[in-house]
T-cell receptor, first 111, second 111 residues
């Protein structure tokens, strides 16, 4: 089972920041938080990942709380093309590990 | 220069047939995966191979048999297809430590 919980859906106005929350209260010390998104029925696309520090790349920012039990993906200026299902995944990178996808958050960016 | 490619993109077949889906990655990754996404959009891991060795088998019927001839290929063979096998199948790859890259998916329809 997925180790994360996310809201089922969210709306965001175009040009505004989209803040997508994720709870992962049972995360272990060696587990990373990964974010992916899936547009229509395309293959999921990697967005960003982090361990405990906040991370930023050209697509998004990832804010991880100090206790690491939750995180927020931030799309700073959402566009219509950001409409997708966003998945938060917790996975270990030691030993046998796997990416378990939950139900994700369906983000709709509104014009 | 597609990173993870799958063939065919669409596959329509009748119940009871045997079919294969091919996957290739040119990223130099050492781990490959098969995921199934059903009509409810749940994305579930099926198999994972690391350096041609099976490391994850998630309670998949033995009608499904993955085969990895080398690190760059992971094919999925399905015997005696059933209606419930209709889904989109995604191949993915990664280094043992790192994010995964997904292929475009193969939409399988069993009639």
């Amino acid at each position: 089972d997925a180790k994360t919980t996310q809201p089922t859906s969210m709306d965001c106005a175009e040009g505004r920041a989209a803040n997508l929350p994720c709870n992962h209260s049972t995360i272990s010390g060696n587990e990373y938080v990964y974010w992916y998104r899936q547009i229509h029925s395309q293959g999921p696309q990697y967005i960003i990942h982090g361990l405990k520090n906040n991370e930023t790349n050209e697509m998004a920012s990832l804010i991880i709380t100090e206790d690491r039990k939750s995180s927020t993906l931030i799309l700073p200026h959402a566009t219509l093309r950001d409409t997708a299902v966003y998945y938060c995944i917790v996975t270990s990178t030691s030993g046998t590990y796997k990416y378990i996808f939950g139900t994700g958050t369906r983000l709709k960016v509104l014009a | 220069d597609t990173a993870v490619s799958q063939t065919p993109k669409y596959l329509v077949t009748q119940m009871g047939n045997d079919k294969s889906i091919k996957c290739e990655q040119n990223l130099g990754h050492d781990t490959m995966y098969w995921y199934k996404q059903d009509s409810k959009k749940f994305l579930k891991i099926m198999f994972s191979y690391n350096n041609k060795e099976l490391i994850i088998n998630e309670t998949v019927p033995n009608r499904f048999s993955p085969k990895s001839p080398d690190k760059a290929h992971l094919n999925l063979h399905i015997n005696s297809l059933e209606l419930g096998d209709s889904a989109v199948y995604f191949c993915a790859s990664s280094l043992l430590t790192g994010g995964i890259d997904f292929g475009p998916g193969t939409r399988l329809t069993v009639t």
